[in-house]
């Protein structure tokens, strides 16, 4: 059975702690996310991974960076949290099969208050 | 942005009735999937649908797409009380990227 664990599901940090929130998909995908969720924004991609080693900024990079260091793994870390960085953050995969079939398999988010 | 609009933002309907949600996106896609989330958990796919498709059906989801209009909709027929969530479509451009819309949240009233 597919499955995107993500290493907390909650959490509370304070403003300049350094955050990292770990993704871990067991589907051997290439392909993996960070999103965070806010009301009223829906979803938005902070950054990306189309393999080891590889990252790519989304739409909201700033104040975030990721590490890709093994396939399975991909990690999100806020160097210093900012309280308009309490949201739910979504981790996804997905393989890169034939064009038009691409599906993303989420995990179960971790909600991050900042105060 | 190619970000997805979902109408409407919130429905609120009787069980037993059908439910549609649209989505309007802008730019070419290889495909557009539609997802839900219930309440402070993650999301699931429900189905999706190529750009080359014009209708699908899964149970009771039905789901059209309209290249030339640049959109969708979600039928949900004979809605339960299970149902209610929020729906959001998202689309696979060809650069191989997704963009979800903002979602609509739908309360199926027993």
């Known amino acids: 059975d597919v499955k995107v664990t993500q290493s907390s599901r909650y959490l509370v940090k304070r403003t300049g702690e350094k955050v990292f929130l770990e993704c871990v998909q067991d589907m051997d995908h290439e392909n993996m996310f960070w999103y965070r969720q806010d009301p009223g924004l829906g979803l938005r991609l902070i950054y990306f991974?189309?393999?080891?080693?590889?990252?790519e900024k989304g739409d909201i990079p700033e104040g975030y960076s990721v590490s890709r260091e093994k396939k399975e793994r991909f990690s999100l870390i806020l160097e210093s949290a900012s309280t308009n960085q309490t949201s739910m953050y979504l981790c996804?995969?997905?393989?890169?099969?034939?064009?038009?079939?691409?599906?993303?398999?989420f995990g179960p988010g971790t909600r991050l208050t900042v105060l | 942005s190619q970000q997805g609009e979902e109408d409407p933002q919130a429905l609120s309907i009787q069980e037993g009735e059908n439910a549609t949600m649209n989505c309007s996106y802008k730019?070419?896609?290889?495909?557009l999937q539609w997802y839900r989330q219930n309440s402070g958990r993650g999301l699931v796919h429900l189905i999706l649908?190529?750009?080359?498709?014009r209708e699908k059906h899964s149970g009771r989801l039905r789901v059209t797409l309209d290249t030339s209009k640049k959109s969708s909709s979600l039928l949900i027929t004979a809605s339960r009380a299970a149902d209610t969530a929020s729906y959001f479509c998202a689309t696979l451009s060809p650069g191989n990227q997704f963009y979800f819309g903002t979602g609509t949240s739908l309360t199926v009233i027993p």
């Open positions: 996804a995969s997905s393989h890169p099969g034939l064009a038009g079939t691409d599906t993303q398999y």
């Open positions: 730019t070419s896609i290889n495909n």
């Open positions: 649908i190529r750009s080359n498709e």
């Open positions: 991974s189309y393999d080891v080693k590889m990252k």
